[in-house]
């Protein structure tokens, strides 16, 4: 999370509440020094400063406040008729708000962090998400571009229009078994690689599993399509990959597109099936207009 003001605002809370603490221990060790002497109030007040700090974590802010502005005047009072001067009795006056005041600050962070938190999760979770090494997007990232950009197609379909391709590795079992797990994520690598050097910057590419790569080309000419795709698979195909044997890896990619029609808008909300359509296409290198 790269917001830390949150974690800052905790651990500034912790650290004055230590501090706090030690000043405390500091000004009992004081009054034993002085006077020789810890009576029974001193420890009603020690205890009661403990119990501060529950009520700091348990009761809302608002009513923290109140109620410490209300002790203030009480003690004040109550110091300034009945009792004895010293620095122990003094010091309970401001300590006790203190502590009820540093542990609602530190109750207030925690619930605004935990709430941080969730919204990122949130985001998250409604977000796509784009692997750093590969920059390819998932399915989710798949299906909320393609409902953009049919949405847009369909909006201004005059002027705007897209289309897909996937690019499939043939007899994925065989590759798998040639190359490994650690060789064939270092392929996934290598390929989307080469997919991105043969796109344009406003194209997207993703990975939907089972060897199976889409893209996305906004305002593409039909006509250039067929060579578009014969491009990419071509240059997925020329990709040198050693397997484990040390073999050179022969690589078979089936390639099929389409093209948005607007008639069909209702059925990009399933990407299942967006994705079948496309899987069909690749079965004989077909530029199709329909799911």
Not at 204 to 228: N, S
Request: glycine share 4%.
């Amino acid at each position: 999370m790269r917001n830390k003001a949150p974690i800052l605002r905790i651990a500034w809370g912790y650290a004055i509440l230590i501090g706090l603490a030690v000043i405390q221990q500091l000004v009992v060790y004081l009054k034993i020094e002085m006077n020789q002497s810890y009576t029974t109030l001193d420890m009603v007040f020690s205890i009661a400063s403990l119990g501060a700090l529950v009520l700091g974590f348990v009761i809302p802010v608002g009513v923290s406040v109140v109620a410490g502005f209300v002790y203030l005047v009480s003690y004040f009072v109550w110091l300034a008729t009945y009792a004895d001067a010293n620095v122990l009795t003094f010091s309970w006056w401001l300590l006790i708000p203190a502590n009820v005041a540093v542990a609602a600050f530190i109750k207030a962070s925690l619930v605004r962090t935990a709430r941080v938190m969730e919204r990122l999760q949130e985001l998250q979770e409604r977000n796509p998400e784009i692997d750093p090494d590969t920059s390819l997007g998932n399915k989710e990232a798949l299906a909320d571009t393609v409902m953009k950009q049919s949405n847009l197609a369909r909006r201004y379909s005059e002027h705007y229009g897209f289309s897909m391709a996937m690019f499939k590795i043939e007899f994925l079992p065989l590759v798998l078994e040639s190359l490994g797990s650690v060789r064939y994520a270092q392929f996934l690598l290598e390929l989307s690689n080469t997919i991105q050097k043969q796109i344009r910057y406003e194209d997207y590419k993703f990975f939907v599993g089972r060897g199976r790569f889409v893209i996305i080309c906004p305002m593409t000419d039909v006509e250039y399509l067929p060579v578009l795709t014969e491009r990419i698979k071509k240059a997925m195909m020329d990709l040198q990959m050693i397997d484990k044997k040390g073999n050179e890896l022969q690589t078979v990619i089936r390639s099929g597109a389409l093209v948005f029609q607007k008639e069909q808008f209702e059925k990009y909300e399933d990407i299942d099936a967006v994705i079948a359509a496309l899987e069909r296409n690749t079965e004989t290198d077909l530029i199709g207009e329909y799911i």
